[in-house]
């Protein structure tokens, strides 16, 4: 029963859209129910990735530490959006901090247990790592708009 | 299309007079951002404006700049303008106190198509001082909010510090059902709203794409991934309005400067179709 | 059709001066042919001749006694319509507040065009749609305007740098004037021949000594004209010309005239149909006395494009691309015709000696084509 519901939720979730049923049942094997309460933590900056999320609800702050700036908020991620891929990228370590700004419903999966069947069924494999491609690239596009300041005005302004 | 004009009047004028406007009030929105609230005296019975369109405001002896009305069309005898110090210009408005006197002239160009959004959902997305120029269409839609269906607002600032009409905005959320999303490009860790580009903000609602009329203003690069998402999402392109900035000096499309290819920005425009101007955006340097 | 013999042609100057106009017409000044006020016949450039090549002009004196033998000049008839600076308004402190008075307080003369040539009429004829014929009426352009009267002078010869003949506008005139002369001479036999378009230049023509012109007459003027167009050695090659610019919006050509292009502005101050504008905002010392100015502007220039986030065209090479291609392609979407009239003038004034036609070849060339 708790299986079939995790099916149903995951099968929601815009990440594995179209994804195939025999691969669902892959990927549930390492899926878990996860709450964090708004100011928990969820990773921590160096520390071994070893999941990522699904979020379903609720708003998490990426930060990073900046030492003489204290933590600077990079981006937040939100319902419908993925959480973490340094648990597919050796060394497997986290490079930022991130917390719930917002109670948050998600579904965590352990990297451990999905680097396995990727080994295992490269097809799975691909499935996986050609959605999270999608994910950095979108996110990447997203970063470079961010960094171009748009909302500030270049000094040769006039008027 | 029903792409509302006030620009082509029956007969033709002349380049409209200059009129001394007292004002009001001084608000700062921000550290660099004001709202100038005039008071349009005399010319209060004949001025009439429609959201979209911007004034001509003149400082004494220093010069003109082109800036959008933000406040409600429907009230008579008042204007606010909001305005972002940047230049000589906004920088000499900057200075001006209750009851000075500035210049005015217009209103000039194409507005909003508000009538185009009615029974329908409206999908309004505004980056920085963008938000200025949609604030009349916000407030025209919820004089008849039961005209609309859904109203979405997609706002990205630079920091929590930027965000323009913060009360107003919680206003419009929690008293007039709108969807309010506020983003920044910064944020501290007072700071629990959306971090990210506003295009991000269009994962967290659900667009009935064939349903929805999209109004866009900001800088022009932010525009152009707003509209990609759009198109993602299943906007028709004829769907969408953008509001274009160029350098516009004479407001009447004589002296030349605010051509955009074909199209005079000050005359033909701010607020375009999207297809009419689709295949200039990606012109570089155009 | 009359003809107006050569020693009468005080006479159609004379009567234009008694019915009140200030006569302006060709002129030389300064190794130049410019337009200004002239008084009689007398000084009109009569047996002077030019020599126009790609940043090329100088005089010659003609061996025969033209009244109009020469080429189009550095000035257009612009500058008397759509003045090179132009006082809009005058502002004065009072109080918290200021007073506004109109620039212009003096009544414009009544101004006679003597000696427009059909590319500048037509030129003309582009500046009125911009300034008359949209939703806004620019006052200033609408009163001189009204009070221009135009004689206007057919081309019996062709320049090096004219293509008139290719853009529609000349070497003879269709429309637009109040009286339209030819200038024939044969050996001896020197005079116009005179045609009204208004009833006003009916009314001056009818107050001469003129006789109808005889056929051969006739004939010679019009033989003349024809001879001006079917010589002129340059040419602009229209067909789609808006479209393919459109289309070409991306090509290597512009790179290339980048090089030699100096952003100089001299082709928008010579040009005919060149609208461009900037104000000037002054104060005087006592910070009380404010006016803004109008000023010719021109698309090249670095300032033209500046917008709160930075300036659009910061390149030589958009800077050229937004001139040609408001010319000949985005002119049409917006006053329904090409603004170019095949002049020239932005060839003769162009340090660089840049040809347009030339430019327009080489992107057909090497192109895309819808």
Redesign the interface.
């Known amino acids: 029963m708790q299986t079939e519901n995790l099916t149903d939720i995951l099968r929601q979730h815009p990440f594995l859209a179209g994804l195939s049923e025999d691969h669902m049942q892959v990927l549930v094997g390492c899926a878990s129910n996860v709450r964090f309460a708004e100011g928990a933590p969820l990773i921590h900056e160096g520390e071994i990735a070893n999941k990522f999320y699904l979020v379903r609800a609720g708003r998490i702050a990426l930060e990073t530490d900046v030492n003489a700036r204290g933590k600077i908020r990079i981006q937040t991620v939100g319902p419908g959006d993925v959480l973490g891929w340094s648990w597919l990228i050796s060394p497997f370590r986290w490079h930022f901090n991130a917390l719930a700004v917002a109670d948050v419903r998600a579904v965590a999966l352990d990297g451990e247990c999905l680097r396995k069947k990727c080994e295992d069924d490269h097809d799975f494999g691909y499935e996986m790592l050609s959605r999270f491609s999608r994910v950095m690239e979108r996110r990447l596009e997203a970063t470079r708009v961010q960094l171009l300041d748009l909302y500030t005005t270049s000094p040769g302004a006039r008027v | 299309m029903t792409h509302e004009t006030m620009?082509?009047?029956a007969a033709?004028?002349?380049?409209?007079?200059?009129h001394?406007v007292?004002v009001k009030k001084v608000i700062w929105e921000t550290d660099d951002t004001f709202t100038l609230q005039i008071d349009l005296g005399a010319l209060g019975n004949t001025f009439n404006f429609l959201p979209g369109q911007f004034n001509m405001l003149?400082v004494?002896?220093?010069?003109?700049?082109?800036i959008s009305i933000s406040s409600d069309a429907s009230q008579t005898g008042t204007l606010a303008h909001t305005i972002?110090r940047?230049?000589?210009?906004?920088s000499g408005l900057a200075q001006v106190k209750r009851?000075?006197?500035i210049?005015l002239r217009g209103p000039f160009g194409a507005g909003w198509p508000i009538t185009a959004a009615r029974g329908k959902d409206v999908c309004i997305v505004a980056?920085?001082?963008g938000l200025a120029p949609l604030r009349p269409v916000m407030y025209a839609m919820l004089r008849e909010r039961t005209a609309f269906e859904r109203i979405i607002l997609l706002y990205?600032?630079?920091s929590p510090l930027?965000i323009l009409y913060r009360v107003e905005l919680e206003e419009w959320a929690k008293e007039h059902n709108v969807e309010v999303l506020v983003?920044v490009?910064?944020?501290?860790?007072s700071?629990?709203?959306?971090?990210?580009?506003v295009?991000?903000l269009f994962?967290?609602i659900k667009l009935d794409a064939r349903a929805t009329v999209g109004y866009v203003c900001?800088?022009?690069?932010?525009m152009k991934?707003t509209i990609d998402e759009m198109g993602r999402r299943g906007l028709a392109e004829d769907q969408i309005y953008l509001s274009m900035?160029?350098?516009m000096?004479?407001a009447?499309?004589?002296?030349?400067?605010c051509?955009y290819?074909?199209e005079?920005i000050c005359?033909d425009g701010p607020v375009f179709a999207l297809p009419r101007i689709r295949h200039l955006l990606d012109?570089?340097?155009? | 059709m009359v003809i107006i013999e050569s020693t009468e042609l005080n006479h159609l100057l004379e009567g234009l001066i008694s019915r009140g106009y200030l006569l302006v017409g060709p002129t030389v000044r300064s190794g130049a042919i410019v337009y200004d006020e002239i008084r009689s016949a007398e000084d009109l450039p009569r047996g002077v001749g030019d020599e126009q090549l790609p940043a090329r002009y100088s005089l010659r004196r003609r061996d025969d006694a033209m009244f109009f033998g020469y080429g189009v000049g550095p000035v257009s008839w612009k500058k008397f319509l759509y003045p090179p600076r132009l006082t809009m308004f005058r502002a004065t402190k009072a109080g918290k507040g200021f007073t506004i008075t109109p620039g212009e307080t003096e009544p414009r003369p009544r101004t006679a065009f003597v000696g427009v040539r059909p590319c500048e009429l037509n030129g003309i004829i582009m500046q009125d749609k911009v300034f008359l014929g949209g939703p806004y009426v620019d006052g200033a352009y609408k009163k001189a305007r009204d009070n221009a009267f135009i004689v206007a002078v057919n081309c019996t010869e062709s320049g090096a740098n004219c293509f008139c003949a290719s853009m529609g506008t000349g070497p003879g005139v269709t429309k637009g004037f109040d009286i339209a002369l030819t200038e024939v001479l044969q050996g001896k036999r020197h005079y116009f021949t005179a045609e009204a378009g208004t009833s006003l230049g009916k009314e001056v023509l009818g107050a001469l000594s003129t006789r109808e012109a005889t056929d051969p007459e006739a004939k010679a003027g019009l033989d003349a004209v024809a001879r001006a167009g079917t010589s002129q050695v340059k040419r602009m090659d229209v067909r789609d010309l808006p479209q393919l610019l459109n289309d070409n919006f991306e090509n290597p050509r512009w790179d290339d005239v980048a090089k030699r292009c100096l952003a100089c502005t001299n082709c928008t101050m010579v040009c005919p149909t060149c609208f461009c504008s900037t104000v000037e905002d002054s104060t005087d010392l006592t910070g009380t006395h404010a006016e803004r100015t109008r000023k010719w502007d021109s698309c090249f220039t670095m300032d033209f494009t500046k917008v709160a986030g930075g300036n659009i065209r910061p390149s030589t090479r958009a800077r050229y691309r937004q001139w040609l291609t408001h010319k000949l392609s985005n002119w049409m979407n917006q006053f329904g015709t090409l603004g170019c009239v095949g002049c020239g003038r932005c060839i003769t004034w162009c340090p660089s000696g840049i040809d347009l036609t030339a430019e327009v070849d080489a992107i057909r060339g090497n192109g895309v084509h819808a």
């Not at chain 2, 490009?185 to 860790?189: E, L, T």
């Not at chain 2, 009447?252 to 400067?257: E, K, N, Q, R, T």
């Not at chain 2, 012109?283 to 155009?286: A, D, F, I, V």
């Open positions: 620009n082509a009047p033709p004028r002349e380049g409209v007079r200059l001394p007292t003149y004494f002896g220093l010069g003109e700049a082109a972002h940047v230049g000589t210009v906004t009851g000075d006197v210049g980056g920085g001082i990205g600032a630079r930027d983003t490009d910064r944020g501290d860790s700071w629990k709203g959306y971090i990210g580009v295009t991000t994962s967290y900001g800088p022009e690069t932010m991934y900035e160029r350098n000096k004479c009447v499309g004589f002296c030349g400067h051509q290819g074909p005079f005359k012109r570089k340097e155009l």
